[in-house]
């Protein structure tokens, strides 16, 4: 017949994974931050601030650079802000462009507007009118198709127009369904 072990019969009992004795602990190098690192932070902070517009003209075009712009685009006027970035030739404006068009529309949406109607062709137009346009989708709807089809043309309308029908079918399906008929025949299937 069967026997069992001699481990059962003993009444002791052997574990079925053999145990592989532990590694000695090491203690992990602690990581903390000493006086000296705190202090440079403070004195970069204390830099930031002290920071004139001459100093972050002469940084080299990067993404801390354009950071500091955005931060600074709610204090500055748009334009400098934008010249700011532009000025870069060898940067690619669409790094620092749509921060500043969004800094623009948190400070005052009505002031971005009237700033893209005087600057229809600015390069920023493009970033500022996609956040104008999301901005009165998100807070008017309806008043968002009337910006837009007044404001907007080509693919920039159309695709503004899609997003604001979508709104709109949520609380105004016949809106919704008006706002539709202005996209262009290639677009009224989907």
């Known amino acids: ?3 069992l072990p001699p481990a059962a019969v003993s009444g002791k009992s052997t574990p079925l994974v053999p145990t592989i004795p532990a590694a000695p602990a090491t203690p992990a190098p602690a990581a903390r931050l000493t006086q000296p690192v705190l202090a440079d932070w403070q004195d970069f902070l204390q830099t930031l601030e002290n ?6 003209r002469a940084l080299p075009p990067s993404m801390g650079k354009f950071g500091l712009i955005e931060n600074l685009a709610t204090d500055l006027p748009p334009d400098q802000a934008f010249a700011l970035i532009l000025e870069d030739r060898n ?3 669409g790094f620092g462009l749509p921060g500043i068009a969004q800094a623009m529309m948190q400070k005052d949406p ?3 507007q009237e ?3 005087a600057h ?3 390069p920023a137009a493009t970033f500022l009118s996609r956040q104008i346009a999301d901005h009165l989708i998100n807070t008017a709807p309806a008043e968002a198709v009337e910006w837009i089809t007044s404001q907007l043309s080509g693919i920039r309308r159309t695709k503004a127009l899609e997003r604001a029908a979508a709104a ?3 609380t105004d399906p016949a809106a919704a369904e008006a706002a539709r008929k202005l996209l262009p025949a290639s677009f009224k299937t989907k």
């Open 1 to 3: 017949g069967h026997s």
């Open 51 to 56: 920071t004139t517009l001459a100093d972050l």
């Open 91 to 93: 940067s690619n404006p």
């Open 110 to 112: 009505e002031a971005a």
């Open 115 to 117: 700033w893209l109607a």
């Open 120 to 122: 229809p062709d600015h």
């Open 168 to 170: 709109l079918q949520k």
